[in-house]
């Protein structure tokens, strides 16, 4: 049986209706081609070594996190919370902060970046283009303009050494590996993300994208919930933390 400390260690918020957690870079959320366990299967065993239930756990996912990153995940323990906060979610009613580790400034080293994003399923990879002069979705050959969405985030460098920075992001809207391939698309590249142009790995296997803080609203409670992670433990984390 998983030790209950496994996850316990990583709860950073945990009522009747909610539990957060600080996801490990290269945990998978939830089950796909690989068959590894996942997430949502720990935290499953979690609640029920912890309260003692018997029979199946409910837990719910009304947001996701690409397995290479690390930090925030909201999971729902009613259908209740469910059903609301994927809504919230969908409206972006919940504010998301990450801190992203890159290989070059960004220039301005403020602002915000609008694309349209193009999601390659084939490749489980997104592709960023600029809007077209009247701020439109671009032309684009072989894409169908119904197939673009529109992806926007603020940015702020708040660290630098002497090889990366470090950003702090706001997410506008959440479109499928968003800041990967808009910072990609501005010649910025995410350490160890080799799939958006970083050329090395890293030795976890993650890469160094964290969802550090995440602000919003009790779906039940209606209490405002705020809650921030700790970054992944190594050499490059600690320096900037």
Known sequence: MMSIDY???RVLYEDNHIIIINKLPGEIVQADKTGDVTLLDDVKAYLKVKYNKPGNVFLGLPHRLDRP???IVVLARTDKALSRLSEMFRK???DKWYW???DKPMTPPSGELRHFIYRDSSKNKSFAYRPASDGRAPQLKGI??????EARLSYEQIGQSEKYCLLNIKLLTGRHHQIRCQLAACGVHIKGDLKYGFPRS??????CLHSHEVSFIHPVSKQPVHVVAPTPIDRIWSFFS
Do not use: F, M, Y
């Open 69 to 71: 990153t690390s930090g």
């Open 7 to 9: 996850i316990a260690d």
């Open 92 to 94: 972006g009613e919940v």
């Open 100 to 102: 992203a580790i890159v």
């Open 144 to 149: 169908r303009q119904t197939d673009l969405q």
């Open 202 to 207: 890293n030795p976890d296997g993650g890469i």
